[in-house]
């Protein structure tokens, strides 16, 4: 069977819970039909199979992701022990510092967000569970990416770094050199590089039984980011990512 062949099912599917979840409202099946360019009557029966098996939800007179789907979903993290492993050493820092804690993979050029611990007092994040954000420009990302050898980097990082904030680092060189630092000292690192007023700090943890290169962050505001909190917290989220690579990092 040639490697390039999909069952056109299973990619309309997709492409239905692909709008579904991009979505912040239920999407009626005009919509969905002009987004996935797919004949109504095909629609119509997808919608029936996914709604059957609660991939997909009908409210009023739309579809939202469904409640079985996300019961799959969380059984992503469950495979390589890192939801309770996360957990565990994000309390403790939370506890301690009073800082929200994140953990992400990389996916090709993007650092993917799987959990996030939230601390006591709010923080405005970009760091919604499945979003993703250019591993150049995060400090997760750059964790990340920092663990990659040169010749994984030059497939890996697109020919043009984008740029998500006026301050998000778009020279290769200049990256390139920022990552030699984050492999010297462990520890990365963004300065508003994806959102004005936060400042985030990142620990590469390793990679899982599965293959997955995993790393934890915390983001700062501006107006908490004096020396001695700022070294408690980088010192914070190195030791929790310890902890965390103790449990699930492959030997």
Not at 129 to 157: F, M, T
Not at 166 to 194: H, I, N, S, W, Y
Request: hydrophobic share 45%; glycine share 6%.
């Amino acid at each position: 069977m040639p490697t390039d062949y999909e069952v056109p099912a299973l990619r309309r599917a997709h492409e239905i819970l692909r709008v579904l979840a991009a979505a912040h409202a239920p999407v009626r099946p005009q919509q969905l039909a002009e987004a996935c360019g797919m004949p109504r009557s095909s629609l119509y029966l997808l919608l029936d199979s996914l709604a059957q098996r609660r991939w997909i939800e009908k409210v009023r007179d739309g579809y939202v992701v469904g409640l079985e789907l996300m019961t799959l979903g969380a059984a992503y993290l469950r495979q390589d022990n890192l939801e309770p492993a996360f957990r565990h050493a994000a309390a403790l820092f939370v506890e301690r510092h009073n800082e929200v804690m994140q953990l992400a993979m990389l996916d090709g050029a993007d650092a993917v967000y799987l959990a996030r611990e939230d601390a006591r007092r709010p923080v405005r994040l970009v760091s919604e569970i499945g979003s993703r954000l250019p591993a150049h420009a995060c400090a997760l990302g750059k964790a990340l990416l920092s663990s990659l050898e040169d010749g994984e980097l030059d497939q890996v990082l697109p020919a043009r770094l984008a740029a998500v904030t006026e301050r998000t680092c778009t020279d290769r060189a200049a990256l390139l050199r920022e990552l030699e630092e984050v492999r010297r000292t462990g520890l990365a690192r963004d300065q508003e590089e994806v959102a004005a007023g936060l400042h985030c700090h990142a620990a590469y943890v390793g990679r899982t039984p599965q293959g997955r290169r995993i790393a934890i962050s915390s983001s700062v505001p501006t107006d908490r980011h004096d020396a001695a909190h700022l070294q408690a917290v980088r010192t914070g989220v190195a030791q929790a990512a310890r902890q965390i690579a103790a449990r699930v990092v492959a030997t």
